[in-house]
C-alpha cells in the first residue's frame, strides 16, 4: 500500500481484561491483557510494513485505548508524536450492563434484548447509552477535529473503542441503522480510509494486525 495524503487511519484497542472474562466493558477503566499488548504490537508493525505515518493521533481517556496507541507509536518511532485525548471517544455507557458477564446479562434479561442492547442503533441499555447516543458524541468531534485536518493533506489516527469506532464507521460509510448491526470491529482491527480533495471518500480497507 503506498500511503497518501487525506488518510484516516481507525484501530481498536487490543484485548483487555474485560474482554477476556467477556464483560461489558464500557466506562469501566480495563488494562490491556498480555494478548493485548501483543495486539497492539501487531497492529503497530502492520501499520509500519503498510508504510503508513501520521502527522497527530487521537484517542479516549480510557487506558486500554491509550496504551493501545502508545506501543503502536512506539512500533512505529513516533512516541512523540502529538496526541489528543478526548472523552468523546470513549466507549459506549453501558449502564446497568458494565462489568456483567455476557451470558449472565443474557440470563437476567434475555438473550434477545441484550443482542438489541449491544448490536442496534436506538436500544438503549438501563442507564446507559444507545449508539446513536454514541454517536452524537462521536460524529460531531470528528467534524470539529478531524475532518478539516484530513482536508489539510494530514494523515491522522484514533486509537478507540469497538463501539466508538461504529459509529465513526456508519458515519463515513453512509451505513443505515440496519446495516450497522452486523458491522463489528475486532481488537487490534486497522481500518484505513482515504478521501478525495472534495471531501469524500475515495477508499477503505480493512487489515487484521496478525
Known amino acids: ?11 481498536r484497542h487490543g484485548q483487555s481484561s474485560d474482554n477476556e472474562q467477556n464483560l461489558f466493558s464500557g466506562f469501566r477503566n480495563p488494562d490491556l491483557t498480555d494478548r493485548g499488548v501483543a495486539e497492539a504490537k501487531a497492529a503497530g508493525r502492520r501499520l509500519k510494513e ?7 493521533a487521537f484517542t479516549s481517556k480510557l487506558r486500554r ?6 506501543i503502536i507509536l512506539e512500533e512505529l518511532a513516533l512516541a512523540d ?11 459506549r455507557h453501558y449502564g446497568e450492563l458494565s462489568g456483567l458477564n455476557k451470558a449472565e446479562a443474557c440470563t437476567q434479561w434475555s438473550p434477545e434484548q441484550v443482542h438489541l ?27 470539529r477535529q478531524i475532518a478539516w485536518r484530513l482536508q489539510a493533506e494530514q ?10 469506532l461504529r459509529s465513526l464507521v456508519m458515519h463515513l460509510e453512509e451505513l443505515s441503522p440496519e446495516a ?19 471531501g469524500g471518500m475515495s477508499s477503505k480497507v480493512s487489515v487484521l494486525a496478525d
Open 50 to 56: 503498510l508504510g503508513l505515518r501520521f502527522e497527530l
Open 1 to 11: 500500500m503506498v500511503p497518501g495524503s487525506r488518510t484516516l487511519v481507525l484501530v
Open 155 to 164: 494523515q491522522v489516527l484514533i486509537v478507540a473503542h469497538g463501539n466508538s
Open 117 to 143: 442492547w449491544r448490536k442496534t442503533y436506538e436500544a438503549v441499555p438501563p442507564g446507559g447509552e444507545s449508539l446513536a447516543m454514541t454517536a452524537a458524541r462521536t460524529v460531531p468531534f470528528y467534524e
Open 180 to 198: 450497522i448491526i452486523t458491522r463489528n470491529i475486532a481488537t487490534s482491527e486497522i481500518l484505513i480510509y482515504t478521501f478525495g480533495a472534495s
Open 65 to 70: 485505548a491509550q496504551r493501545t496507541l502508545a
Open 81 to 91: 508524536l502529538p496526541v489528543e485525548v478526548d472523552e468523546a471517544l470513549n466507549e
